[in-house]
Every structure is written in structure tokens, then in C-alpha cells.
């Protein structure tokens, strides 16, 4: 079992930066997939990135890639996501969650926090 908080979400105007964060509590083990997921309302959940808990490999959808970069903590379990360059399509629900394995989709993780808001509007 693991919770997932996130926090750090806001509203930002295009071209700033914001970074994310997610607090988990509870177990996290090396084998872990930690990932950022996003939803706009009527649209399904996206994938934005995930790292591998233990090799802290990381993973990007080719929208963000270069201008996003997913890190983790391992000591106190904090998944971070710090993104640049945001665009008003970043705007989202942004979430993040736990998986036994690395996938793209949602059905891949099993826990997930509440997300946090980002706004991206001049």
C-alpha cells in the first residue's frame, strides 16, 4: 500500500516553468514505477513520464520530452516532476501513481494521488 500526494500545482502563464511534486507514503520498493499522469476533463488519462524507483531510468511522452524531467528521492520518497516551456495544452490534472512495472497506460499502476491543477493561461 502507498498514498500519493501531490502538491506544487498553479496557474502559470506559457513559456514559465513549475515543477511538481509527490509525496508517498508507505512502500515504495526499488521495483517500483513512479509516473505523471494528465487529464483534461472529457479527455482520458495521458501519459507524461515515469521513472524507474531503483535505477531512477526515466520515460517521456514525445510531448513533453525535452522540456519535462521526471526525478525521484528515494530517502523520503519524493517523485518530482519539473516542467519548462509550458504550453496552454499542458493545462491539466496532473497525477501521479505507483506500478509494478512500466506502462503507458493508466490500467498500468494500481495507486494514485488526487492530482493538482495546472493552469496554463496568459
Known amino acids: 500500500q502507498v498514498q500519493l500526494v501531490e502538491s506544487g500545482g498553479g496557474l502559470v502563464q506559457p513559456g514559465d516553468s513549475l515543477t511538481l511534486s509527490c509525496a508517498a507514503s508507505?512502500?515504495?520498493?526499488?521495483?517500483?514505477?513512479m509516473a505523471w499522469f494528465r487529464q483534461v476533463p472529457g479527455k482520458e488519462r495521458e501519459f507524461v513520464s515515469a521513472i524507474r524507483w531503483g535505477t531512477g531510468a526515466s520515460y517521456y511522452a514525445e510531448s513533453v520530452k525535452g522540456r519535462f524531467t521526471i526525478s525521484r528521492t528515494k530517502a523520503d520518497k519524493m517523485l518530482y516532476l519539473q516542467m519548462s516551456s509550458l504550453k496552454s495544452e499542458d493545462a491539466a490534472v496532473y497525477s501521479c501513481?505507483?506500478?509494478?512495472?512500466?506502462?503507458?497506460?493508466?490500467?498500468?499502476?494500481?495507486?494514485w494521488g488526487q492530482g493538482t491543477q495546472v493552469t496554463v493561461s496568459s
Open positions: 508507505g512502500s515504495v520498493f526499488s521495483s517500483h514505477v
Open positions: 501513481a505507483r506500478g509494478n512495472s512500466l506502462g503507458y497506460s493508466p490500467t498500468s499502476y494500481s495507486f
